[in-house]
Structures are given as C-alpha cells and as structure tokens.
C-alpha cells in the first residue's frame, strides 16, 4: 500500500510541476508581446466606430436607392399592364 500511495503522491507532484511550468511559460510569453499604447488604442478605437457609421450609411443610402428604383419600376409595370 505504501509502494501505491508514494506512486499517486509522485504523479501528483510531476502534475502540479507541468501545470507551474505552463504558467510560468505563459508568464514570460505575455512579457514578450508588444503591447498598444492606450493613445494608439483611443485612436483605432475611433477609427472603427468612424468606418462602422461610413459603412452604414452606405448600406443605409444603397438600400435606400434599390427600394426607390425597384419602387419606380414596379409603378412604371403597373402603369404599362394594367
């Protein structure tokens, strides 16, 4: 039985180093990076929200123009057949 506990207790402490290697890897791979100042961020941030709304209003005007000339081509069919 003690061959058996000293066998799960070796297993556990070979775990918990795989699992504090893993952190610490992590740790010195978040160090690494390089992250983007919060003025660059601001700055993209604005960016985005400026495309967002130009890119909306184009779908918005788009639409907009296919429904008034779809709407003109019907009236004109309806016109013309009766």
């Known amino acids: 039985m003690k061959k058996r506990n000293s066998s799960v207790n070796m297993a556990a402490k070979?775990?918990?180093?795989?699992?504090?290697?893993?952190?610490?890897?992590v740790k010195l791979e978040l160090k690494k990076i390089s992250w983007t100042k919060p003025d660059e961020l601001k700055d993209y941030a604005?960016?985005?929200?400026a495309m967002i709304f130009i890119f909306g209003?184009?779908?918005?005007?788009?639409?907009?123009?296919a429904?008034?000339?779809?709407?003109?081509i019907s009236l004109i069919f309806r016109f013309l057949l009766g």
Do not use: P, Q
Request: glycine residues 4%; neutral net charge.
């Open 67 to 72: 429904n008034t000339v779809l709407s003109k």
């Open 14 to 25: 070979i775990s918990d180093n795989k699992i504090t290697n893993f952190f610490g890897d």
């Open 46 to 49: 604005k960016v985005v929200l």
């Open 57 to 65: 209003f184009a779908i918005y005007l788009t639409d907009l123009t």
